[in-house]
């Protein structure tokens, strides 16, 4: 069964929301945030957004399962198509419900909850 540090460090590591990321110089911040996410949890792959867009490109059944771990709030105003908002105060009751034959992506806003 995931835990809930598993959980949070994977939702930590994913910083995917698209358009929140500049590609210019004004990203240095985010390549900082980056690195400590990497170093704190250095086993949780990251994805780009790149590599998501590229994935969600594709077929619908080889979408990866999008989670969204922001607040409710956050959730209503926007969220990625598809995405399922998961409450991060009953993670592996929601983490049961994850189709375990399909990747996951787990995001918020900044990559650190």
């Known amino acids: 069964m995931f835990s809930l540090r598993l959980f949070l460090s994977i939702a930590a ?9 500049p590609d210019d110089s004004s990203s240095a911040p985010w390549r900082i945030v980056d ?7 250095p086993d949780v792959p990251l994805i780009s957004t790149d590599a998501l867009a ?25 969220h990625l198509a598809g995405a399922v908002r998961v409450d991060t105060t009953s993670l592996e009751q929601a983490l049961m419900d994850v189709d375990r034959e399909r ?11």
């Not at 590591?13 to 990321?21: D, E, I, V």
């Not at 400590?36 to 949890?41: A, F, N, V």
């Not at 989670?67 to 959730?75: C, G, M, N």
């Open 13 to 21: 590591a994913l910083a995917a929301l698209p358009g929140c990321r």
């Open 35 to 41: 690195s400590q996410i990497q170093k704190q949890y």
């Open 54 to 78: 590229a994935q969600l490109a594709g077929p619908p059944e080889t979408h990866p399962v999008l989670l969204d771990a922001r607040a409710p709030e956050e959730y209503a105003v926007s």
């Open 103 to 113: 990747p996951f992506v787990v995001y918020c806003s900044v990559g650190v909850r």
